[in-house]
């Protein structure tokens, strides 16, 4: 099978899409979009700008991809974004590319799914396997790693970074660093927990036993925090401790958890 393009949808000179792609009626792609195998474009969709999107990616009707980021900053660069295999792109959803201050990319990994209205701003990264729930906005330059879940109707600040597996409730606002494994809640957010759902469908029992340690140590003790990192880096066999204390160690705007008198 070939590719299929509807009558009524606009696929500008210059476009390069792959085995199997098909574009749905008044869905719009632009000369500079790179389309995927088997890539599917649904009804008034637009692909916007310097855009690569995946093989094997859904996108629904009325989504926008690649618009130019809605950062005064930017006066018409050349910046891009690149999105890549089985996303799930729904209804109304806005991904925004970089711009010159924070790269000039915009990136998305594998296996994704944003739910209608999902915002992506501008410079962001974001990992695999991630959910983003109805209404969830990231902000510019905001960095999200593998197997997040970001509940519906929750804004994300910018430059806030997001560990692995961890999870914002719905209805919370994000304002610092959620580090690898953790739970996430309120507005503003706060630290109430590891994400033990997800970590039961990612990691081994054995893997979570020393999260679970390492996590009352760094949280519920009253201890300084980040000096009770640099004491588990050093003493901790657990490569998962390991990847939180760094985290901790490493972050720019502070972790939101709700400090214990000594």
Known sequence: MGVSIHPQAIVEEGAQLGEDVRVGPFAYVSAKAKIGDRTTIGQCA???GDTTVGADCQIFSHAVVGSIPQDLKFHGEE???IIGERNKIREFTLINPGTEGGGGVTRIGDDNLFMGYVHVAHDCIVGNRCIFANAATLAGHVEVGDGVVVGGLTPIHQF???GDLA???GASALSQDVPPYCLAEGNRAVLRGLNLTGLRRALPR?????LRSAYKELFERGKP???TAERLLE???SDEVKKMCRFILETKRGIPFERKTI
Do not use: Q
């Open 79 to 81: 910046v891009r974004l």
């Open 225 to 227: 925090l980040k000096e």
């Open 160 to 162: 806030v970074k997001i």
């Open 46 to 48: 637009r692909i916007d």
């Open 235 to 237: 003493e901790s066999d």
């Open 167 to 169: 999870m914002i409730a």
């Open 206 to 210: 054995e893997a979570i036993d020393p």
